[in-house]
């Protein structure tokens, strides 16, 4: 079904559980979870449509290969814009694409490095910067990262420590009915049942 996702009362399943690195099982807390609960499903994960699980998107960037360490640039050790990325495999019916950036060796848990979602969903990549406003790209929402700005932040991970960072898009049947400057957990909220097809980019950076 086509049009715009709600933000009534929901049901924490699937895809929220998952990408927030939340795993029920018997009522104890086992804590953050390794970032394959993004990917596909598993025996121990629940997908998102239990009866069609979502498609596979192709996701790259000009500017790194998948594994290898992103550039200077787009980190806090240089311009800190966001990267070139580029997919491929969006379903027809898609309606809107969104897309999540975050680093889950952070010291303190996942920290969220970008937010952005009521993408079109003709398109089929986003440029290198990305201006730091609510409303960019024909319409399009950025939300609140976890250094408190709307926009992305780079990796700026401690001294000495090389992180993981994941490039997340998300094709989805209906556009997240949410407001500028929301977050992370907000908009997997309102995608929980949504997802068509995602698909991740992983970059690594390393401070000296």
């Not at 929901?10 to 795993?23: D, H, Q």
């Not at 104890?28 to 498609?55: F, I, L, N, W």
Request: charged share 25%.
């Amino acid at each position: 079904m086509r049009g715009t996702i709600g933000r009534g009362p929901i049901v924490l399943s699937g895809l929220f559980l998952a990408l927030a690195g939340i795993r029920v099982t018997g009522g104890a807390d086992h804590g953050p979870q390794p970032p394959e609960a993004y990917r596909a499903p598993s025996s121990t994960t629940t997908p998102v449509d239990a009866e069609k699980p979502p498609m596979t998107l192709d996701v790259a960037s000009p500017a790194f290969d998948s594994g290898d360490p992103i550039p200077p640039r787009y980190t806090c050790d240089g311009q800190n814009v966001s990267p070139p990325l580029r997919w491929s495999g969006v379903p027809e019916d898609a309606v809107a694409l969104a897309v999540v950036a975050d680093d889950p060796d952070a010291p303190r848990g996942t920290w969220v490095h970008w937010v952005l979602y009521g993408l079109d969903a003709g398109r089929s990549g986003l440029p290198e910067d990305v201006p730091a406003r609510e409303s960019v790209l024909d319409g399009a929402l950025q939300g609140r990262n976890d250094f408190k700005d709307i926009g992305y932040g780079g990796p700026c991970p401690p001294a000495g420590q090389r992180h993981r960072y994941f490039f997340r898009v998300f094709a989805l049947d209906a556009r997240p009915d949410l407001g500028a400057g929301s977050t992370r957990d907000e908009l997997l909220e309102a995608m929980d049942g949504h997802v068509l097809a995602r698909g991740e980019l992983m970059g690594t950076y390393r401070r000296r």
